[in-house]
């Protein structure tokens, strides 16, 4: 009897939880391979969304996709576990031990087996190592850190609110992440204010947004940086640009040129790289930043049984320079890629290479406003930018058909009408 081929992902970020889903379904009648997914936590939160979970403008529990429940009825198999380590002679990785909330062991280190291993872990804010940051500061990099800093902004301002004191947040970094996280955390002041006291303006929180850029927004045209600045400051954020950390203290951080910058939080949410424990991983090339380098079939150059997409891979196209950047539309991009083209290369078919499309970027100034860019598409050939409403749509847009792409369109549009419902019964931002 012909033994499938074990297909183990690891990551089940915006990539990875798609590619168990799909490839589950091509696989769920030939049985020609078992899809195994691995992650640290117990549910996905699609990424982008995650500055709306540190704000709490967004419920955390609505928005989660549980990996046991979602395994059962997709067809896959999930453990719970983070990888440490990899066997290429053995095809095995290891995972550490798994322990409970309070400490206690739940499981023992575990090796899984693999034909196929695909590398899906994302990437997690870069420190530089620029001391302090680890000790002194917050980060957003995934659903529980981003809910962890929620409980502890939200603490702090109900007690600024009882002291009729100030909160001074301090957000280093700023790309995407950064500007979206400032103006998510002003709504949700001004909500909670409301509230609190009545008051309907943002009177508790004060925001200081760090870049060590010249502008904000870097990867986006002038325009929209110029743009989004405007807008944060007329919301009362205060921009830094130019700016760069020499270190995070207890109260706050200092900048190369001596100024200390007061907060009673900093978010750090400067730069990119995949996980630590990437570095060297079973010997195969990594670049600075931990990312396998990938062939434009997306395999390793070292081992061809090995794929990495997303954020933790680094693929140069022809005739670039550099790298594609990280971002949630390359990995959609590769995950699709690999559902395509992974089953054909099981029966012995040769992979086609990736091309990417440049479809633009979107950045989301919470209720306020939000900006586009259409990149290199089709026409579009100038980095055509768009604001607005339509902006705001199109953000919505994707986030839905990622949810179609995971439960289908029926389920997923029952999801959207329920986030509907919610948003008229519930309060508009987290208060437990």
Not at 382 to 387: A, E, I, K, M, Q
Request: glycine share 10%; aromatic share 8%; charged share 20%.
């Amino acid at each position: 009897m012909h033994k499938p081929k074990q297909i183990l992902i690891v990551g089940g970020g915006v990539a990875g939880l798609e590619l168990a889903t799909q490839l589950s379904h091509a696989f769920r009648h030939n049985h020609k391979a078992a899809i195994t997914l691995v992650d640290r936590d117990s549910g996905h939160i699609w990424k982008p969304m995650l500055h709306t979970i540190a704000a709490g403008t967004r419920d955390v529990y609505q928005q989660q996709t549980s990996f046991v429940a979602h395994a059962k009825e997709h067809g896959f198999t999930y453990w719970p576990g983070e990888m440490e380590a990899l066997d290429r002679i053995g095809h095995e990785i290891r995972l550490k031990p798994l322990y409970m909330r309070d400490g206690r062991l739940l499981l023992e280190a575990r090796a899984l087996p693999y034909d196929v291993l695909i590398m899906s872990v994302g990437s997690q804010a870069n420190d530089f190592g620029t001391p302090g940051v680890h000790e002194y500061c917050h980060f957003i990099d995934d659903r529980l850190q981003a809910d962890a800093f929620n409980q502890e902004v939200r603490a702090l301002l109900f007690k600024a609110y009882a002291e009729g004191t100030e909160l001074h947040l301090a957000i280093v970094g700023g790309g995407a992440t950064g500007v979206e996280l400032a103006a998510e955390l002003v709504q949700m002041e001004e909500t909670l204010a409301s509230y609190a006291s009545g008051e309907h303006a943002s009177t508790r929180l004060k925001l200081t947004l760090i870049d060590s850029g010249p502008r904000l927004l870097g990867a986006f045209p002038e325009s929209v940086s110029a743009a989004a600045k405007a807008q944060l400051q007329k919301l009362g954020v205060e921009i830094r640009s130019g700016a760069r950390v020499a270190a995070a203290e207890a109260g706050g951080v200092r900048l190369k040129d001596g100024t200390h910058i007061a907060a009673a939080m900093t978010v750090w949410a400067a730069g990119v790289k995949a996980p630590d424990f990437m570095r060297d991983l079973g010997g195969l090339e990594t670049t600075h930043g931990n990312q396998l380098v990938v062939r434009p079939t997306l395999q390793t150059t070292l081992d061809d049984a090995v794929f990495a997409l997303g954020d933790c891979a680094a693929l140069t196209p022809a005739g670039a320079e550099r790298p594609l950047p990280p971002s949630a539309q390359i990995a959609y991009q590769q995950a699709t890629y690999l559902i395509r083209n992974l089953p054909g290369w099981l029966d012995g078919k040769p992979l086609p290479p990736f091309h990417n499309i440049d479809m633009g970027a979107l950045v989301t100034l919470g209720r306020y406003n939000a900006f586009g860019s259409l990149g290199k598409l089709g026409i579009f050939k100038n980095d055509f930018t768009y604001r607005g409403y339509l902006a705001q749509l199109s953000h919505i847009f994707l986030y839905r058909s990622h949810q179609a792409r995971l439960h289908g369109f029926w389920r997923g549009s029952l999801l959207w009408l329920i986030d509907r419902i919610n948003a008229w019964v519930r309060p508009a931002v987290r208060l437990d």
